[in-house]
């Protein structure tokens, strides 16, 4: 590690060619999809926190949009095709350097199944979501925020921070 | 490049030592600072687009949120203390592999000046914004969006992608 001229923070700068790798926070998007009012869930086949329910999203790739990736990871994830209606929420993770950003939209033929990453999908009414099998404290934001601002009748764009000790 | 196990995209895999070097999109993270109505505003001193004018905002870096990289941002760019107040604007500029974020957020006592990064920090009336000189199109967007609120009186949060064609 070493400060690059003009920089403030120590970076991996590489010993042979005096590259600078910087690092930066990762965004994790992802989409609550709703289908005649039932939400769209996954239970997770994988590590972390598998078994338990989340709502599709994972890593931005270079070169999409943040809609792009909410799309393509309900696609891998969920094999469903979503239409992207607003964003829903930003979660900050600090703590692990990441800023996880859902959008709410709409299933375009209610279809869906379990990609790889899942173990199955389901279309879940309000009344039937897990809340004690949610993976990620962000998810259950999302799910939050979105069920008030439903019986309100009016969506907004909601910001928090994921503090370490209250997730885990 | 690779495509590791599991994965579906082509990956840096270090030949020595296996490990896997992701590249993901980065976030801009800024802020559209007020003080009596007035928009605080830089004028850039380093490429890309040195001369023109900006809102102050720089790569979010690891361990914080996305308020605090605004904070911290102000604080270098024009020396000047922020309370963030509500995001305003998130603009995806898919083919340089970024996510710009603006915050709306009030100065604490009015001070400002011009960080290392700028040659000079004002506070703009709306009628005086050199719209002609504005660095980014993600920084003019983040701009009219809130100028349009303002006057309307209700306060969004705005998406848009910076599409290359029209930007650059």
């Not at 609550?32 to 005649?36: K, V």
């Not at 990453?117 to 279309?123: F, H, I």
């Given at each position: 590690?070493?400060?690059p001229?003009?920089?403030?923070l120590?970076?991996?700068?590489c010993?042979?060619c005096?590259?600078i790798h910087?690092q930066?926070?990762?965004m994790?998007?992802?989409c609550?999809?709703?289908?005649?009012g039932r939400?769209?869930?996954?239970r997770?086949?994988?590590?972390?926190?598998?078994?338990?329910?989340t709502?599709?999203?994972g890593f931005?790739e270079n070169?999409?949009?943040?809609e792009q990736?909410?799309?393509?990871?309900t696609?891998e994830?969920?094999m469903?095709?979503?239409?992207?209606?607003?964003?829903l929420?930003?979660v900050?993770?600090p703590?692990?350097?990441q800023?996880?950003f859902?959008f709410?939209?709409r299933?375009k033929?209610?279809?869906?199944g379990?990609?790889p990453?899942?173990?199955?999908?389901?279309?879940a009414?309000?009344r039937?979501?897990?809340w004690?099998?949610?993976a990620?404290p962000?998810?259950?934001?999302?799910l939050e925020?979105f069920?008030e601002?439903?019986?309100r009748?009016?969506?907004?764009?909601h910001?928090?921070?994921?503090e370490?000790?209250a997730?885990?």
């Open positions: 590690m070493a400060i001229p003009g920089d403030h120590p970076r991996y700068v010993e042979a005096g590259s910087y930066n926070p990762r994790v998007v992802g609550l999809a709703e289908w005649q939400i769209l869930l996954c997770r086949a994988i590590e972390p926190r598998k078994g338990f329910w709502l599709p999203a931005m070169d999409e949009t943040t990736a909410a799309m393509r990871e696609a994830e969920a469903a095709e979503v239409e992207i209606l607003a964003p929420a930003l900050n993770v703590h692990i350097s800023v996880h859902m709410r939209g299933l033929d209610g279809r869906h379990a990609g990453e899942s173990l199955e999908t389901v279309l009414d309000e039937d979501i897990p004690g099998e949610i990620f962000s998810v259950r934001y999302a925020r069920c601002d439903r019986r009748g009016t969506f907004g764009f910001v928090s921070t994921w370490k000790a997730g885990g």
